[in-house]
Structure formats: structure tokens, C-alpha cells
């Protein structure tokens, strides 16, 4: 089956800092897809990138669609408190009712 | 945006018991729901699949006959963990798609947390 590979697993930065994670596949995606997920709840929809090559901003998220179709990166950008969290990429194929294959997570925590 | 709610959001029962999760789409049709399971410092596991009107599609080592799934209706789904024990104890979580293409964005509920003494 396929592998998934998010890193780094965890990330500690200070507020203001960018950070940077990403995600790889042993084999290929059609869409590449970030959320965060908070404790307790369930995961929110932040990206979703649809075509190879493909570069999308959502405010201070900015995620890239590996040319290969077989990795994805997510950028935040001058990070604040409210970013504290896990983030999921996942990668989702049209066959098999489109089924969603996530990462292990990034656990990002922000210190004022 | 969508919204997708799930019931309850955390239940507590004795070992043998069966507990019943619900699953709505509030804005939007779901064609399609996805039921995960997820433990503590975890990523999210997939257990199955399920179309309005359809059987659904569970994923290797998960036992059907534990875990029913119902998608009786466009905006509902609903897991039933049979004679549940300690094991089963986990975070359980719907998502939901829309009609169209099948590289529609899922959206999640906010999961439920089952404990079972």
C-alpha cells in the first residue's frame, strides 16, 4: 500500500518564526490536502491543492503540490499563538471512493 | 463553509454495552461519509466507507459485525460499536462529501471520545 511520510514529527518555534513541514508518498497522489486538527476536535480543512506544481496561499499558509505528485509542503508564515497544534497533510486518489491517506501529523507549538 | 455534525461528543458506558455515534450533514448533501478512529498522539485511521443507500466498505482488520454502519439518508450516518469493550475505547470521527467529483474535499465532525470501563 502506499506510505506516507510527514516531517518533522514535532516543532517548537517562537512566535513571529515561519515553519515549514512536509509530506512524501511512495507512490502518487491526485490531491494533496492540509488540516489542523485541535485537542479534542476534529481536523479543519486549511489547503487543498488539486494539480501538480500548484502553489496556494490561505492567509499565512502557503502549501505546494510536488511536481512529482508524490509530496506536498506546508509554510505558515510569521507564526502567533493560535497556531499551536497538529497538522495532517493527506493524499487522496479518485479510485476507491476517494479515500483520504493521512500523515502522522506535525505537532507545532509557539512560544510567545 | 460546510459543517458537519457529529453526536454525542463524548460518552462513557460499561463494557458489553452497544453505543451508537451519529454523523449530519447540515449544509450539504453527503453522497459519501468516512468513519476514522484515532488514538492518543495519533494520526487518523480510515475504518470504512459509506454511500447513502449502499453497504459500506470496511477497511482491512476492521470487523463489520462490530462496527455497523447505517447511511440511511443523505445527511446522516451511524456507527454502532456492538458489545463494546475497554479496546474499543478510542476517538472516533465522521467526515463527509458532497456530490461531484470524488476529489471534493472531506469535511470532519468533531469527533467522539469513547470510554469504556
Known amino acids: 500500500g502506499q506510505q506516507l511520510n510527514q516531517s518533522p514529527q514535532s516543532m517548537f518555534i517562537q512566535e513571529g518564526e515561519d515553519v515549514s513541514m512536509n509530506c512524501t508518498s511512495s507512490s502518487i497522489f491526485n490531491t494533496w490536502l492540509w488540516y489542523k486538527q485541535d485537542p479534542g476536535e476534529g481536523p479543519v480543512l486549511l489547503i487543498a491543492l488539486y494539480k501538480a506544481g500548484e502553489l496556494t496561499s490561505n492567509g499565512r499558509l502557503t502549501a505546494q503540490f510536488g511536481i512529482t505528485r508524490k509530496d506536498s509542503f506546508l509554510n505558515i508564515s510569521a507564526s502567533i499563538p493560535s497556531d499551536v497544534g497538529i497538522y495532517f497533510c493527506a493524499g487522496q486518489s479518485t479510485d476507491s471512493w476517494g479515500k483520504l491517506q493521512f500523515g502522522a501529523g506535525t505537532q507545532v507549538v509557539v512560544t510567545p | 463553509g460546510a459543517v458537519v455534525s457529529q453526536h454525542p461528543s463524548w460518552v462513557i458506558c460499561k463494557s458489553g454495552t452497544s453505543v451508537k455515534i451519529e454523523c449530519r450533514s447540515l449544509d450539504f448533501q453527503a453522497t459519501t461519509m468516512f468513519w476514522y478512529r484515532q488514538f492518543p498522539k495519533q494520526s487518523l485511521m480510515l475504518m470504512a466507507t459509506s454511500n447513502e443507500g449502499s453497504k459500506a466498505t470496511y477497511e482491512q482488520g476492521v470487523e463489520k459485525d462490530k462496527f455497523l454502519i447505517n447511511h440511511a439518508s443523505l445527511t446522516l450516518s451511524t456507527l454502532t460499536v456492538t458489545s463494546a469493550h475497554p479496546e474499543d475505547s478510542s476517538f472516533y470521527i465522521c467526515?463527509?462529501?458532497?456530490?461531484?467529483?470524488?476529489?471534493?474535499?472531506?469535511?470532519f465532525g468533531d469527533g467522539t471520545r469513547l470510554s469504556i470501563l
Open positions: 467526515s463527509a462529501r458532497g456530490r461531484g467529483r470524488l476529489n471534493q474535499p472531506q469535511h
